[in-house]
Nanobody, 116 residues
Framework: QVQLVESGGGLVQPGGSLRLSCVASGFPFSNYAMSWYRQAPGKERELVARITSTGAITNYADSVKGRFTISRDNAKNTVYLQMNSLKPEDTAVYYC?????????WGQGTQVTVSS
């Protein structure tokens, strides 16, 4: 059974940091590109960051470049999103995604709220 389980979300003040984790099971994690998406209330889901299967290449949305870092540990079947200098506009549900060809898996999401 395929599972992607996110954790690490919560309430943080502007300027603060959070580290999201996503633990995968049920598929060959090291073969998959992994991504983090987010969806704010009333908005479409958007790509935040992506990392290739080996971790050699990463891509970021312009809105998070220089503040967020995606990484992965294939030995632990885990992908991370380090979020620094958080802003209120980063408030959203963050989703983990794994993709290989037509295989496309989603986690349930973790809430991140940035507020004073």
């Amino acid at each position: 059974q395929v599972q992607l389980v996110e954790s690490g979300g919560g309430l943080v003040q502007p300027g603060g940091s959070l580290r999201l984790s996503c633990v995968a099971s049920g598929f060959p994690f090291s073969n998959y590109a992994m991504s983090w998406y987010r969806q704010a209330p009333g908005k479409e889901r958007e790509l935040v960051a992506r990392i290739t299967s080996t971790g050699a290449i990463t891509n970021y949305a312009d809105s998070v470049k220089g503040r967020f870092t995606i990484s992965r540990d294939n030995a632990k079947n885990t992908v991370y999103l380090q979020m620094n200098s958080l802003k209120p506009e980063d408030t959203a549900v963050y989703y983990c995604n794994g993709r290989l060809s037509f295989f496309n898996y989603w986690g349930q999401g973790t809430q991140v709220t940035v507020s004073s």
